[in-house]
């Protein structure tokens, strides 16, 4: 014998019409929470100055064989002051050596503002001409650089 389905067999086994719209309007406001959450963290990374920088530059470099001398002229090309803390050649802390307008490098660091130059010398005895050197500048904020300059 064939069963008849009628239509109140189905409405008995499924969710009531006051259920399913309250399981709707859930997922419509998580969708909407998530949705708050990803723009207002989008809009607060867009509008949040970002930390200002050091960066810097060579203008020029210069190494002497016969004064034993190495000079760099270091402009600071970022968005905040630096304080320049040490100078290596080689790898080798020289920053005792090294002065700026002859005068040394104090130990709380040379302050150099935004967009100014500074012109280092170092005095570095042993080069040989046309040997590469290297050269690296350190501020007390972690920018460094770094370059290589050719004995002359």
């Not at 509008?47 to 203008?59: I, K, V, W």
């Not at 402009?75 to 802390?93: A, E, P």
């Amino acid at each position: 014998m064939i069963h008849e389905v009628k239509e109140n067999d189905y409405v008995k086994r499924a969710f009531s019409a006051v259920i399913a719209s309250l399981i709707l309007m859930l997922l419509a406001v998580a969708a909407g929470v998530v949705v708050y959450a990803y723009v207002m963290g989008w809009i607060g990374g867009a509008t949040t100055n970002p930390r200002q920088t050091g960066h810097l530059s060579f203008d020029s470099t210069w190494a002497s064989v016969t004064t034993g001398n190495i000079s760099i002229a270091v402009r600071n090309v970022g968005g905040t002051n630096l304080l320049i803390d040490k100078v290596y050649i080689q790898g080798v802390d020289l920053t005792a050596n090294c002065t700026i307008l002859n005068i040394a490098i104090p130990g709380t660091g040379y302050s150099l503002a935004t967009q100014a130059v500074a012109t280092l010398v170092i005095k570095y005895t042993g080069m040989t001409t046309g040997t590469f050197y290297t050269v690296q500048v350190a501020c007390k904020d972690g920018t460094i650089i770094s370059q290589a300059v050719q004995a002359q």
